[in-house]
């Protein structure tokens, strides 16, 4: 995982980082070496300095959907949504 996830942010020059949510990773926080995630993450050469400049994160929160559609619904000017163009159903 943390290979794949340092492939696409050199990929995409994720300089604002790269976030990891949902399935299981919340309930393998606590076996998670973050160290080694690290190295992993990074190991890119010849890019690697590119790798080492995007943070991660991981959402562990089980309500963070929940919490942003919240954000959306009470400001909807703040987020880059084209509202004219979906189809709500």
Do not use: C, H, N
């Not at 890019?47 to 994160?57: G, H, I, M």
């Amino acid at each position: 995982m943390a290979r794949f996830a340092g492939d696409m942010a050199v990929t995409f020059v994720a300089t604002g980082g790269v976030t990891l949510s949902g399935g299981v990773l919340p309930r393998v926080v606590d076996f998670l070496d973050e160290a080694a995630f690290r190295q992993a993450f990074e190991d890119k050469a010849p890019v690697d300095a590119l790798a080492k400049r995007v943070p991660t994160r991981l959402v562990t929160r089980e309500d963070a959907v929940l919490v942003g559609m919240a954000a959306i619904a009470s400001a909807p000017d703040r987020y880059a949504i084209d509202y004219a163009s979906r189809a709500w159903v």
